[in-house]
């Protein structure tokens, strides 16, 4: 089977319909067997073939295509507006496939200094081990990241916007004219705004990176990744190392991640208001020395942010005052504020990023500080999430 033969589900007939409607909509036709209206998990590995190579709508093999995992694939190029999207086990495993498509060993990559932890380690720890050089530079100081890139050798400048955990903002239309100057492509990690928020590919990114275990999924039931892009040459290198590698997302999974994205837009649109209400009331808390929210005037990158995404996120982080030892109790007496890694659910969840997602960094340039608190504002009713933290700020 060439790349070419992959199914890649129905053309998008809501192409020009509003982001509610194709995030439902876009990706499946009702099953023309039964009617269903929500795609069947197929738990299938393999497909009947008709006589030798005859292959009923493309399927031959789960890792090569499966039609749960091309309905997901569907709807989310409909979001991000790419030409195809390609899910996968996790962030990290969409991440590797990245890497390994539009890198070879002698190249080189720039990194935000604040990448989310797990990322800087695939590169410091195992890209690096393959040949591929990384320099970490500000996502918000256009000079540095430009600094750092290698004319010739770099082949990818990677954004976070916001970055993961301190919600420094990269304006992703000034950062993909640097990058193609320099023939590199850009990536955006778009997993803390979601294609809800923001929409990178629209701005000029070349490739979008989720971790669908977020915002996509909603649920905090689900581990799983993506990759969206904007041009067909990409498309076919990602779809052979797709397959060639196979760190490819399961039905079952890609069927949550489905379900989550058809009410990504009311979510966020929660998200966004209890993130709202929690910065009010950590604003001017005698426990609380800073917050750190790119939709407060006084954050350095809220012009950008405000023009570049619809909302602010339902992220937010703070320094509390006191020290380690202070965030490490705040986070310890929350009780509606789960204590907990990951984010995008609809619980709220919080963390102490120095000790958990980004202990990987500690040591290095990407070392956050030791005072921070990070919140995943979840749905839940805004007056029980300020109560929580008033209790646990003591
Ligand atoms: C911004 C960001 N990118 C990528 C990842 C990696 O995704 P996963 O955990 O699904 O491998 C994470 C995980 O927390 C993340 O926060």
Redesign the pocket.
């Known amino acids: 089977m060439t790349q070419d033969d992959v199914p890649q589900g129905p053309a998008d007939p809501f192409a020009t319909a509003g982001f509610e409607t194709r995030a439902i909509h876009a990706g499946y036709e009702p099953d023309a067997a039964t009617g269903a209206v929500i795609p069947p998990i197929y738990a299938t590995s393999t497909y009947r073939q008709d006589g030798v190579g005859g292959l009923r709508g493309g399927y031959e093999y789960s890792r090569s295509a499966n039609p749960t995992r091309t309905a997901l694939e569907g709807n989310l190029a409909a979001l991000e507006g790419g030409v195809r999207a390609f899910a996968f086990a996790?962030?990290?495993?969409a991440?590797d496939t990245l890497v390994r498509a539009a890198c070879a060993p002698g190249d080189h990559v720039v990194l935000p200094d604040d990448a989310?932890g797990?990322?800087y380690r695939l590169f410091a720890r195992v890209e690096q081990a393959w040949g591929v050089e990384h320099t970490s530079a500000p996502v918000a100081d256009l000079d540095r990241v430009r600094a750092a890139i290698r004319p010739g050798v770099t082949r990818l400048v990677w954004l976070?916007t916001p970055t993961?955990p301190l919600l420094n903002v990269g304006d992703i239309e000034a950062l993909a004219v640097i990058a193609h100057d320099a023939g590199a492509l850009l990536v955006v990690?778009n997993?803390?705004a979601s294609p809800y928020l923001q929409q990178p590919l629209a701005l000029g990114a070349d490739v979008v990176?989720h971790?669908?275990?977020?915002y996509a999924g909603g649920h905090s039931d689900v581990?799983?990744?993506a990759l969206v892009v904007r041009d067909t040459e990409v498309a076919e290198r990602v779809a052979f190392h797709q397959n060639a590698i196979g760190a490819v997302a399961g039905p079952f999974d890609s069927w949550l991640v489905l379900r989550g994205l058809k009410t990504l837009a009311v979510r966020m649109e929660r998200h966004c208001d209890n993130a709202e209400r929690v910065v009010g009331f950590l604003t001017g808390h005698p426990a609380v020395d800073q917050v750190i929210y790119p939709g407060l005037p006084e954050h350095p990158g809220h012009t950008v942010a405000a023009r570049q995404m619809r909302r602010f996120g339902g992220m937010v982080s703070f320094r509390v005052a006191g020290g380690e030892e202070q965030a490490l109790a705040v986070c310890e007496r929350a009780r509606v504020f789960t204590l907990g890694?990951?984010?995008g659910g609809v619980e709220s969840l919080i963390e102490h990023p120095g000790r958990m997602?980004h202990a990987s960094v500690a040591g290095t340039d990407l070392e956050v500080p030791s005072d921070l608190v990070r919140l995943s504002v979840g749905i839940e009713t805004a007056d029980d999430l300020l109560a929580d933290l008033d209790r646990a700020l003591g």
Not at 90 to 93: E, R
């Open positions: 996790s962030g990290l495993a991440e989310y797990g990322t976070e993961n990690d997993t803390f990176v971790s669908t275990t977020k581990v799983g990744g890694e990951s984010l997602t």
